[in-house]
């Protein structure tokens, strides 16, 4: 256990960080939100002048066609770009540099990401890139992108993230076999669309992945100790559509409303998780994508009910609240028991999304170092329920070591 007068100066500094973000000037972005409102973006975007625009994306959207309206319409308004279809899951600091490359010879003025939280994250750092003479890396940690980004206009293609309204921009540093955040005010995207009908093609798998990030976010923020009331109202309403939606996109990725939905819950949760912070669960899970290139959301899924349970003394009553919020658990029953009933809910969607409770790359020798690594990252970045020292985190993952490990 960590020394007590240790965790009352972690809770201190904690208070400190949560004081400051209340009163931080954070610059939301415009939304377009609906069917086909990522043409509402390109519009607006079109509007503002720039010259030529960076288009960020992945090779499978373009190769699924996902951005076929988006560049039409770009067509129609005679707006100037490129594209960079070169970042994949979990971006690497290389693939930011050859987007950054790309855009420094089309000398492109705005940036267009289009995808999941991986291109958007990528197109941030590109951005930031283009305004700032430093490397990659040493942009990340709080408060490094100093000269800000170019404007960025965001759509997510997934209902995950949040990226479209968060500050943070997630890059994996290959050589170091680390998964670094940047959080800067200045990440955050000028405007983002949620259009449900760039996600009708999203593989149910990732679907229901990437939607347990979004829960993951909500309830990270939810149950920190830096949530705020502001905060709260947006994570409550993440958790209540995601608990009612996402069952629904899963099994019928063509359901317009489902995915709307979702998307609104992703966003929501950006919101929350963007003040609030979130907790051991990305702690783990980043250093999961890092060493086995596990998807964020995957990653999230499996981590959260083993977290959750730790968790659990020290925020029965916060859980309890979400689950009397969605209805989880018996009407009248204790805090206690409706947190395990929350906990519990979010196992059992796992086993129907066919999400495993176990990581099948994990190894025991890893162990020391993933739990370093989640303690270090967590210590001053999240104010979680319930701190672990190391020998509790590594008990805590050896949970997900497979079985026949
Ligand atoms: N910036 C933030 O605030 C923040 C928050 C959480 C996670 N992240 C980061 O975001 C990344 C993960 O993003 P993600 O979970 O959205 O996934 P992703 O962007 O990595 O995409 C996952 C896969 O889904 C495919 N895909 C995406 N949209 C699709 C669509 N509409 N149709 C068909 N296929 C589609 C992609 O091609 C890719 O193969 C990680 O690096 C994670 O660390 C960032
Ligand atoms: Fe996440």
Not at 244 to 255: C, H, I, R
Not at 309 to 316: Q, V
Request: with cysteine; glycine share 6%; hydrophobic share 45%.
């Amino acid at each position: 256990m960590l020394h007590a007068l240790e965790v009352l100066f972690l809770r201190i500094y904690m208070m400190i960080f949560k004081a400051v973000t209340a009163i931080m000037p954070f610059k939301w972005p415009k939304v377009f939100e609906g069917n086909q409102s990522s043409l509402d973006l390109v519009r607006h975007m079109a509007q503002k002048g720039h010259g030529s625009i960076l288009i960020v994306t992945d090779a499978v959207l373009m190769k699924l066609g996902v951005l076929n309206n988006i560049l039409a319409e770009l067509d129609k308004l005679q707006v100037k770009y490129a594209v960079y279809d070169g970042v994949e899951p979990n971006p690497t600091v290389q693939q930011i540099e050859a987007g950054y490359q790309i855009l420094k010879q089309n000398n492109a003025q705005a940036i267009l990401a289009v995808g999941g939280g991986s291109p958007i994250d990528a197109a941030k750092m590109i951005g930031a890139r283009a305004k700032n003479e430093k490397p990659i890396v040493k942009m990340t940690g709080l408060f490094r992108v100093w000269r800000g980004m170019l404007p960025l206009y965001a759509v997510p293609t997934t209902a995950g993230t949040g990226s479209e309204c968060t500050i943070a921009a997630v890059v994996t540093d290959t050589a170091n076999k680390r998964k670094l955040a940047a959080m800067d005010l200045k990440l955050m995207p000028t405007a983002a669309a949620l259009d449900p009908s760039l996600m009708v093609g999203l593989p149910a798998h990732i679907t229901a992945a990437t939607g347990m990030d979004a829960l993951t976010h909500a309830v990270e923020a939810y149950v920190s100790r830096n949530a705020m009331k502001k905060t709260d109202e947006k994570a409550v309403e993440a958790t209540k559509l995601i608990m009612q939606y996402l069952e629904t996109a899963v099994a019928d990725g063509s359901n317009l409303e489902a995915r709307q939905k979702m998307a609104r819950a992703s966003h929501l949760a950006g919101i929350a998780f963007t003040q609030a912070g979130v907790g051991y669960v990305h702690a783990i899970a980043h250093k999961f994508g890092a060493l086995y290139h596990t998807p964020h959301g995957l990653a999230n899924a499996i981590v959260m009910p083993y977290v959750l349970d730790y968790s659990l003394p020290n925020c029965a009553s916060r859980l309890a609240e979400l689950a009397r919020h969605c209805g989880i658990g018996q009407a009248g029953a204790d805090d206690v028991h409706l947190a395990q009933a929350f906990v519990q809910r979010i196992r059992d969607m796992n086993a129907k999304f066919g999400i495993p409770t176990e990581l099948k790359d994990l190894k025991a020798s890893d162990i020391p170092e993933i739990a370093k690594s989640a303690i270090g990252e967590a210590r001053f970045t999240y104010a979680v329920p319930r701190y672990m020292d190391k020998p509790v985190a590594e008990q805590v993952i050896r949970h997900m070591l497979p079985k026949a490990a």
